[in-house]
């Protein structure tokens, strides 16, 4: 592939992870972050040290924080901020497209109160902007391992096939395998809600459960997103792909993911704020608890695991309790209950 010019936003671990893949592929990176001694270190000793300490970064990587300074030229702009910070940087960024320009993001959640997926703000915010196409790229995968060029697969999907697979030959490497996928609501969904369970299953860790009850969580929570993912109008089978099955397993096995940490601190007996302030970095999980909860009751599709955590983040319930209300739950049906998507007739599913 040719190179490229892409800007990637964000200079978290996962932004500063994937520019590190494109400047390995040769492509030539500029990394916005938003504090200037950050750029500077990056710059000067090629090491982002609160998000990557471990990763000698490319030297290739050129890092700025003033957003207005990203060239207008770039073929590709990665977004890896925060959801609640993305639509802020796309109206930043609409006067630094073109028509060919092809915008990726790479965050996971939905938005509170208006219930839209990433693409779907950022396209909001894009309303008669010049550019080529919005992409997701989303998977399994740490951003402290991709770092270290350990082997990754990942999914990249977009309502324009040519420029997923544009956004596929991009990152591909020999250590980060892109596969593309065209159900662009089941990639954001599967990435948005196995934060939920991984703060579920961080937080039964916290109280001291074991294995069966963290494979009880994962399975039970795929059927959860499943549901409303397919009443969302999703493929089914995308669950069991990366983006979901495999997000979802990296996630709550792994003491890399903040949503698990997050959890685990709540199952210890912590308060939410205390739990936020001593983690010192965006837990995406809980806003997307607060809004997959809400969809959940507007979609009509019953989700008992977001609803229990919903109850011990927002509402203040004991963890104990709220693992004790699920298993005490009315008796179903595995089969039935794993993919009925709504309500009917006021019977759960």
Not at 64 to 76: E, R, W
Not at 285 to 290: F, L, P, Q, Y
Not at 302 to 323: D, G, N, R
Request: proline share 3%.
């Amino acid at each position: 592939m040719a190179k490229k010019k892409a800007a990637v936003i964000g200079a978290g671990s996962w932004g500063t992870a994937l520019a590190q893949v494109l400047a390995d592929n040769g492509h030539s990176v500029q990394l916005w972050g938003r504090r200037s001694e950050q750029s500077e270190e990056i710059n000067q000793t090629h090491i982002n040290s609160r998000y990557l300490p471990d990763v000698v970064l490319n030297s290739t990587i050129k890092a700025y924080s003033d957003l207005s300074a990203t060239d207008a030229d770039n073929d590709y702009i990665i977004c890896a901020v925060p959801t609640k910070a993305i639509r802020e940087t796309i109206k930043q960024l609409r006067p630094l497209l073109h028509e060919h320009s092809i915008l990726v993001h790479a965050s996971k959640g939905i938005e509170p109160g208006t219930f839209k997926r990433i693409s779907e703000m950022m396209e909001e915010e894009l309303e008669g902007a010049s550019y080529k196409a919005v992409a997701v790229l989303s998977g399994p995968s740490h951003a402290e391992e991709v770092g270290i060029k350990q082997p990754t697969t990942v999914t990249v999907s977009s309502k324009h096939l040519e420029a997923a697979a544009a956004v596929q030959d991009l990152f591909m490497n020999n250590y980060f395998r892109v596969y593309t996928n065209e159900d662009m609501i089941g990639v954001e969904i599967g990435g948005a809600l196995k934060n939920i369970i991984a703060l579920g299953i961080g937080m039964t860790d916290g109280l001291g459960y074991g294995d069966n009850t963290k494979a009880a969580l994962m399975t039970r929570g795929l059927a959860e997103i499943t549901r409303l993912g397919v009443a969302l109008g999703a493929n089914p089978m995308t669950f069991i792909g990366l983006s979901g099955l495999g997000d979802l397993i990296v996630t709550c096995t792994s003491e890399h993911s903040r949503n698990w940490r997050a959890g685990h601190l709540l199952g210890k007996g912590k308060k939410l704020d205390d739990v936020l302030d001593e983690m010192g970095m965006v837990v995406e999980g809980v806003r997307t608890t607060k809004a997959v909860f809400a969809l959940a009751q507007a979609e009509n599709v019953e989700m008992p695991i977001t609803s229990a955590l919903y109850s011990v983040l927002f509402e203040e319930e004991p963890p104990l309790q709220a693992a004790d209300r699920l298993m005490g739950r009315m008796k179903k049906n595995e089969e039935e209950s794993s993919f009925m998507g709504r309500n009917e007739g006021g019977r759960e599913s």
